[in-house]
Each structure stands twice: as structure tokens, then as C-alpha cells.
């Protein structure tokens, strides 16, 4: 045994362990690693049949992360930073895999995680202290502790248009990508959605597809992912300050470390801006924050905000031949930045292909999918594949589909219906001993889900290692903390544009979710101090008995 690989402490078959963990993404991973080193016994229960959360799931055309993988990796073992070599600015979907499954490997994982195991329902035991977990295996184990590692983009969501399961073709959700691949060669496809995966995918589907038909029903600003190799030499100074990047990134806004914006837009001159926003579209070593960083006033003045957004609108035109293209291609109506702005590659440039044909559904809308492809109110088209990059359920999708029930049997998608209240995203009152990792009212998805990650992580264990050092056995947010918290996100929210958008933040992609901006906007780095000094301060705003 190294001093990184403590002794086994769990039986692996025990109906009662210290930790349940659900989900073996880039938390659960961590969770299990980090909980098992304090002692505790751990089981962790997946639903995919390997490791690897969002990287297991999407394996669609051009997956691939759009935080630097520089950044996009973990930081908590020195040695593993120092060990893995990364290929390029934004690894694809495969090398993030391998990645997650040397960690896996490495700290010597798999013993305590239960794959192809869904968990199906936990509930409270008052009597007890414990949590009685149910998976759709059968399983039935007890825990001190249940910490919900199942990911803010892991609920997929097929729109609810009539009609699918009459499709003579074959369907996929970017989310649930077959393992084997599709090969789209010689077929005509269909795609329905445009953020983040259906902008990375569409590209490399349109090399392939002999007719491309793209349903947009909300354009979205694309920005030039610039992707490249690793320079070597890049990748070695990097690691030789990597203590200095990490916690750059830790005290930043969102997670990664970029300089802070000094001045308003409005304050810079017409050519100073332009000159700024041109730096950024061509810069090979750009970030996907550095548009929404660039001046103090992106996410909260619409004027200074409309600057960044006229000014990708204008490349957009520049790209793309067709005026009427390029105009549906440009967004309008909404700031920049308040739907996740998209890195992509040669995104505009496949609308100017022969086989590409873009359908606006706002003003067309999808009436039904029929046997031999989708017919909107205007018109019928064929299709031999339709491919749904239409997203997820998220934040609270994930969570809500676990009955969880609480004290007095409460479900918490029940508790949650009028939207999540939580304290600092990590626990909900009436719930005791449950952490959610990167959980609503957190900045998780809008921050570097590996910062955002790792600190929830290191909170998570230091809060259950405080608990036993005390003699203690449960901790509970307040329902006065969770109220407080709740207001404040919501609060600190409508001081920005996010609001003003339809968007998954909002909740607004899924027919009847309430209409709340679930993510916490105050900054990766003063969220992390609150988390901190809350913790000093004994643990204000939890019980702990
Ligand atoms: O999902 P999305 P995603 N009819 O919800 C459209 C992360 N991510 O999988 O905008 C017609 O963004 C929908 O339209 P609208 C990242 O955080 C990261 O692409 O709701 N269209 C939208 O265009 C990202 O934000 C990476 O009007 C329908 C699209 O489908 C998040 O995951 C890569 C529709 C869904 O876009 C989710 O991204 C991929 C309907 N009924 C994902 N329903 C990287 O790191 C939905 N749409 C690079």
C-alpha cells in the first residue's frame, strides 16, 4: 500500500456502510476516494456500466469538453496532476473517459462501486439515524450518509412532440450515445436542438450525412472553440506552477483563472472594444468565460452586454453566405451569455454547405414525428435518423427522479415543487445527513465543474470528519439557513440578466418546471469563503446532534 492507498475499510458486501454515494462521474469518483481515506465505509452505486458520469453518457460526434483540460482535470493529488499528459486544449469525450478510468484504477476504485445499479429510493429512518437506500437491482443498504453525486446534465430530455415511437428510423439522444458509434454515412439525419451538443455535433454529422436537416427553436452565440494540441512545453509550465493556477481558479468567478475585468464596457471606446472581442474570437488560447469576463458590467448592463452580442452577430454574418441564414442564425432575443454561451468548430461554416438546410421552428414549429421522419406545421420531411441534442432536466432532474424522502417521509421533489431551496446547495432541511455535490443554489454549472466539484467534495468530507470528531452523528440545515440562502441566490440572480432568458437555468426547457434561476451567480471564489467561514463558525445555519 502506498500512502495515497489506505487499507481497505469497507466490506464490500455489508448491508450498512458509513456513505452511500450515488452516481461515479467526476464526483462520485472523488466522494468515494476522499470518504474513504477518512475511514468511512463507502458504497457507490452507478447506473451506466462503467465510470466516467457526463463522459460515460455523451459519446456523441464531437463531444468534448470546453473548459481547458489544464483546468478540466483534478487537482487534489499532486502526483496524478503531474502523471496524466493531456493531448489537447479541449480533450474529446474518449481521452476524458480514459481519464476518469485511470482514476478509477489508480486509487483503486472499482472494489466499492456497484455498476449498473440505478438507486431507485432512499428514505429517512428517524429511529435509527440512517438512510435506507433501494436500488433497481434489489439492493437494500443503510447509511449514516447519502451524498447525491448524480450530476446537474444527466437527466435527459426527449422534447414532447407526438409521434416517436412510430419513427421507422433510427433515434438518439446526445446524451445516451450508443457505445459502438453511429455512422451516419449515406443517410439523410435530422437534428433537433442547438446548444452546447448539438453545436459540437452537428459539424461532424453534416461530414457524414447525405441531407442534414437542423431544427433550431432558439439560435445561440457559438463562439470559435480554437481547439489545438497541447504544446508540450505549454503543458510543462503549466504543471510547474499548477499550486498557483489551482487557487487562481479557486478565488475566481468562475472557476477558471482568468484575469479579472478592470472597467465597464461602456466606459471603453467603440475601437477599444472591438479591438478586445477580436482579441478573444481569434485567440488560440481563448476561454470559454473570456467574452462574459472582459468587463464588469457583461452579465448585469444589457447595453454593455448588446456589445459582445452585435459583435458575434456580425461575425456570424461574415461566416455564413445565405443573409436569411445568417440572420436565423443570430441571436436576438437573449443577452449574451445567459443561455451557456457554445464553443464550437466549423459551426457556422456547415450552414453554407450544399447538404445543410437550417428550419426555424419558432416559426415552423415541430408538429409530430411520423413514421418516416417529422412534419412541422409546414411542411413533411424524411429522414432515415433523427438525433435529439435537446438536453436535460437540469440541476434537479437527477435528484427529483430518486424518491427521497426525508423526515416525516417529505419527497423531496415534493418539498422542491414550487423550485429547489437548499443551504449553499449542499443540504436540504428536513433531510438530514444528505449532501448534494454541485446541488441548485450552488454555482456549479456556471462555474469549472471541476473546482466547483472538488471544493463541494472536500466540504462534504471535512463536515462528516468534523461530525465524528465531535462525537456527533447528524447534520441538518436549518430550515431559517435554507430560507435565507434560497432568498439570497434568487436575489443575487435577478441582479443579473440571466433571468431575462429562457433557459435551463431557469428551468424554462422543461414544460411545467417552475420558472427559478437554480445556479448561485455570487462567484466560484466568495461562495467558496461563505462555505468555508460557515464551517469555522460551527457550522452556522446546520443542527448538529
Ligand atoms: O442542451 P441544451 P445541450 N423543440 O439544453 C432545443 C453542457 N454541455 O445538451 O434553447 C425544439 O443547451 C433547445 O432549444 P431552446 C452545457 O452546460 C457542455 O446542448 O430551449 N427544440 C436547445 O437548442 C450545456 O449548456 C458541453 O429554445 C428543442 C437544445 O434543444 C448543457 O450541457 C457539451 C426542444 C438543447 O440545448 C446542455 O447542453 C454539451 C423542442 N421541443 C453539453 N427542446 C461542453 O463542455 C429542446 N430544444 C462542450
Given at each position: 500500500q502506498t500512502a495515497s492507498r489506505p487499507p481497505a475499510a469497507t466490506d464490500t458486501n455489508s448491508r450498512d456502510v458509513d456513505a452511500v454515494v450515488v452516481g461515479a462521474g467526476l464526483s462520485g469518483l472523488y466522494l468515494l476516494h476522499r470518504l474513504r481515506r477518512q475511514g468511512l465505509t463507502v458504497r457507490v452505486f452507478e447506473a451506466g456500466d462503467g465510470v466516467g458520469g457526463t463522459w460515460y453518457w455523451n459519446r456523441y460526434p464531437g463531444a468534448r469538453v470546453d473548459v481547458k483540460s489544464m483546468d478540466y482535470s483534478y487537482s487534489?493529488?499532486?502526483?496524478?496532476?503531474?502523471?496524466?499528459?493531456?493531448?489537447?486544449?479541449?480533450?474529446?469525450?474518449?481521452?476524458?473517459?480514459?481519464?476518469l478510468e485511470h482514476v478509477a484504477d489508480r486509487f483503486d476504485l472499482y472494489r466499492d462501486i456497484r455498476l449498473e445499479t440505478r438507486v431507485t429510493e432512499a428514505s429517512w429512518d428517524d429511529s435509527t439515524d440512517?438512510?435506507?437506500?433501494?436500488?433497481?437491482?434489489?439492493?437494500?443498504?443503510?447509511?449514516?450518509?447519502?451524498?447525491?453525486?448524480?450530476?446537474?446534465?444527466?437527466?435527459?430530455k426527449v422534447p414532447e412532440v407526438p409521434g416517436l415511437e412510430t419513427f421507422r428510423g433510427?433515434?438518439?439522444?446526445?446524451?445516451?450515445?450508443?457505445?459502438?458509434?453511429?455512422?451516419?454515412?449515406?443517410?439523410?439525419?435530422?437534428?433537433?436542438?442547438?446548444g452546447s451538443s448539438g453545436v459540437q455535433a452537428i459539424p461532424l454529422i453534416a461530414e457524414q450525412a447525405t441531407e442534414l436537416t437542423v431544427f433550431q427553436r432558439?439560435?445561440?452565440?457559438?463562439?470559435?472553440?480554437?481547439?489545438?494540441?497541447?504544446?508540450?512545453?505549454?503543458?510543462?509550465?503549466?504543471?510547474?506552477?499548477?499550486?498557483?493556477?489551482?487557487?487562481?481558479?479557486?478565488?475566481?468567478?468562475f472557476g477558471i483563472a482568468v484575469p479579472a475585468p478592470q472597467k465597464s464596457a461602456l466606459e471603453a471606446s467603440p475601437e477599444e472594444r472591438e479591438s478586445r472581442f477580436e482579441q478573444i474570437w481569434y485567440d488560440e488560447d481563448n476561454n470559454l468565460v473570456d467574452m462574459l469576463t472582459s468587463y464588469t458590467d457583461m452579465i448585469t448592463s444589457r447595453e454593455a452586454n448588446d456589445t459582445a452580442a452585435q459583435y458575434v452577430r456580425d461575425r456570424?454574418?461574415?461566416?455564413?453566405?445565405?443573409?436569411?441564414?445568417?440572420?436565423?442564425?443570430?441571436?436576438?432575443?437573449?443577452?449574451?451569455?445567459?443561455?451557456?454561451?457554445?464553443?464550437?468548430?466549423?459551426?457556422?461554416?456547415?450552414?453554407?454547405?450544399?447538404?445543410?438546410?437550417?428550419?426555424?421552428?419558432?416559426?415552423?414549429?415541430?408538429?409530430?414525428?411520423?413514421p418516416t421522419g417529422l412534419?412541422?406545421?409546414?411542411?413533411?420531411?424524411?429522414?432515415?435518423?433523427?438525433?435529439?441534442?435537446?438536453?436535460?432536466?437540469?440541476?434537479?432532474?437527477?435528484?427529483?427522479?430518486?424518491?427521497?424522502?426525508?423526515?416525516?417521509?417529505?419527497?423531496?421533489?415534493?418539498?422542491?415543487?414550487?423550485?429547489?431551496r437548499t443551504y449553499l446547495g449542499?443540504?436540504?432541511?428536513?433531510?438530514?445527513?444528505?449532501?448534494?455535490?454541485?446541488?441548485?443554489?450552488?454555482?456549479?454549472?456556471?462555474s469549472n465543474m471541476m473546482t466547483?466539484?472538488?471544493?463541494?467534495?472536500?466540504?462534504?468530507?471535512?463536515?462528516?470528519?468534523?461530525?465524528?470528531?465531535c462525537g456527533l452523528t447528524t447534520i441538518e440545515a436549518t430550515v431559517e439557513a435554507e430560507d435565507a440562502w434560497t432568498r439570497h441566490v434568487d436575489e443575487v440572480g435577478h441582479t443579473t440578466l440571466y433571468p431575462t432568458a429562457n433557459s435551463w437555468y431557469m428551468g424554462d426547457n422543461v414544460p411545467g418546471k417552475p420558472r427559478v434561476f437554480m445556479p448561485y451567480i455570487g462567484g466560484v471564489g466568495p461562495y467558496r469563503q461563505r462555505c468555508t467561514d460557515v464551517a469555522a463558525c460551527g457550522y452556522e445555519g446546520f443542527v448538529r446532534s
Open positions: 487534489f493529488d499532486p502526483d496524478l496532476e503531474q502523471d496524466w499528459v493531456w493531448t489537447e486544449k479541449y480533450p474529446p469525450q474518449e481521452e476524458l473517459l480514459r481519464y440512517r438512510w435506507h437506500v433501494r436500488t433497481d437491482r434489489g439492493d437494500q443498504v443503510t447509511a449514516q450518509f447519502l451524498v447525491m453525486a448524480t450530476g446537474c446534465l444527466s437527466a435527459a433510427r433515434w438518439y439522444h446526445t446524451g445516451h450515445w450508443p457505445r459502438e458509434g453511429v455512422d451516419f454515412s449515406g443517410r439523410r439525419v435530422g437534428v433537433v436542438g442547438t432558439t439560435p445561440n452565440f457559438v463562439l470559435p472553440a480554437r481547439n489545438h494540441p497541447i504544446d508540450p512545453e505549454h503543458q510543462r509550465s503549466v504543471k510547474a506552477r499548477y499550486g498557483e493556477v489551482r487557487e487562481a481558479a479557486r478565488q475566481s468567478a456570424i454574418a461574415e461566416i455564413v453566405d445565405d443573409p436569411e441564414v445568417a440572420a436565423m442564425l443570430q441571436p436576438t432575443d437573449h443577452p449574451f451569455g445567459t443561455k451557456r454561451p457554445c464553443l464550437g468548430t466549423n459551426y457556422y461554416e456547415t450552414f453554407n454547405l450544399p447538404h445543410v438546410r437550417l428550419v426555424d421552428v419558432r416559426r415552423d414549429p415541430i408538429v409530430e414525428i411520423t412534419r412541422t406545421a409546414a411542411e413533411d420531411f424524411e429522414f432515415d435518423a433523427l438525433v435529439f441534442a435537446t438536453g436535460f432536466d437540469a440541476m434537479t432532474g437527477a435528484l427529483t427522479a430518486v424518491d427521497i424522502r426525508g423526515r416525516d417521509g417529505v419527497l423531496l421533489r415534493e418539498k422542491w415543487a414550487a423550485g429547489p449542499l443540504q436540504v432541511a428536513g433531510f438530514p445527513n444528505l449532501f448534494t455535490i454541485t446541488g441548485p443554489g450552488s454555482p456549479s454549472v456556471l466547483s466539484i472538488e471544493q463541494h467534495v472536500e466540504w462534504v468530507g471535512d463536515a462528516i470528519g468534523d461530525l465524528r470528531a
